[in-house]
């Protein structure tokens, strides 16, 4: 069993920054990939960005820039940098980590409770 938990959203003005955390605990064995997904009223969800065990980031068009995603792994941790927000950016936020636990070994995605991101002057 893998639980993730985040922290950091909030209210925030254009042009302001907020810097997202998702800690993982539980009977983890390994964790690879982890990210954050969004989803604004009315859009589906997306992918904002991602980073493997080993490093290696991927970004949203529209974040690339501005946003930064960064891990610890000896925390289990995996940060949401966002410098430069826009009214756009305005969602729920979600953590995912590709996680084995140490009872089944079995690799599935866990998520996280969501965050809410407001930007609004």
Do not use: H
């Not at 925030?12 to 990939?33: D, E, T, Y």
């Not at 960005?49 to 529209?62: F, K, L």
């Amino acid at each position: 069993q893998v639980q993730l938990v985040e922290s950091g959203g909030g209210l925030v003005q254009p042009g302001g920054s907020l810097r997202l955390s998702c800690a993982a605990s539980g009977s983890i064995f390994s964790i690879n990939a982890m990210g954050w997904y969004r989803q604004a009223p009315g859009k589906q969800r997306e992918l904002v960005a991602a980073i493997t065990s080993s490093g290696s980031t991927n970004y949203a068009d529209s974040v690339k820039g501005r946003f930064t995603i960064s891990r610890d792994n000896a925390k289990n941790t995996v940060y949401l940098q966002m410098n430069s927000l826009k009214p756009e950016d305005t969602a729920v936020y979600y953590c995912y980590a590709n996680a084995a636990d140490i009872a089944t070994m079995g690799e599935y995605v866990y998520w996280g409770q969501g965050t809410q991101v407001t930007v609004s002057s």
